[in-house]
């Protein structure tokens, strides 16, 4: 099972451009999340889809959008990169129905740098 | 506001135990987790507590007191392949999970 999959790996991008971070699972999870990682502070939220339709914004959603239009994909998208944007962006979901942890699986990664 | 607090370095020799602590100030609580977090790659799933006490898998074990708003991670017989981050994480009250920044763990001969 491949579990969470993201592309691309990495990234190098203008700042100006626009661009679309994919993220796919294959364990049916109701749950998707994205976040980015930044050198000294902790894992934090960009947006997330408790299921297939629905979307919510999280700690820092500026500057990013997302769709969940079935319950596999979760696609991040950057209209326009800033410099600031520069991190490594982590896709995750969990199943939330009773009786789990609901705890959150996450994929390898997509590093960006916006120059 | 919403905080997770754990020390950002600790240094433990091979074959030794290292406590890792994480206090925490959120808006509800509905379980704190542990996560790895090696160099380059993705957080793995280490344990979870909701309720007050001691959770042990292995060589590693996760406490909670939620009165005291704090966890601590246990790793025993610590071996090199041990040397990660390890990420506290709470989840508030819209189950959504706070994180805590990490905490670098080095394994020394």
């Known amino acids: 099972t491949a579990g969470i999959t993201q592309a691309p790996t990495s990234q190098i991008l203008a700042a100006g451009r626009s661009m679309t971070l994919r993220c796919t699972q294959d364990?049916?999870?109701?749950?998707m999340y994205w976040y980015r990682q930044d050198l000294g502070l902790g894992l934090r939220l960009i947006h997330y889809?408790?299921?297939?339709?629905?979307?919510g914004k999280g700690e820092v959603p500026d500057g990013y959008s997302v769709s969940r239009a079935n319950t596999d994909d979760f696609p991040l998208t950057l209209a326009s990169a800033v410099p600031s944007q520069t991190s490594v962006y982590f896709c995750?979901?969990?199943?939330?129905?009773?009786?789990?942890?609901?705890?959150?699986?996450f994929g390898p990664g997509t590093r960006l740098t916006v120059l | 506001g919403q905080n997770i607090d754990q020390p950002t370095e600790m240094t433990a020799t091979e074959g030794a135990i290292v406590q890792i602590n994480c206090t925490y100030q959120t808006s509800g609580f509905n379980g704190l987790f542990w996560y790895q977090q090696h160099a380059g790659e993705a957080p793995t799933f280490l344990s979870y507590n909701v309720l007050d006490g001691l959770e042990e898998k292995g060589r590693f074990s996760s406490f909670l007191s939620r009165s005291k708003g704090y966890s601590y991670l246990l790793l025993k017989e610590l071996q090199m392949k041990d040397s990660a981050s390890y990420l506290c994480a709470v989840m508030d009250s819209n189950y959504q999970l706070i994180w805590g920044a990490g905490t670098k763990l080095i394994i020394k001969p």
């Open positions: 364990m049916r999870h109701n749950a």
């Open positions: 995750a979901s969990s199943d939330s129905s009773p009786g789990t942890y609901n705890e959150q699986f």
């Open positions: 889809s408790n299921t297939a339709g629905t979307t």
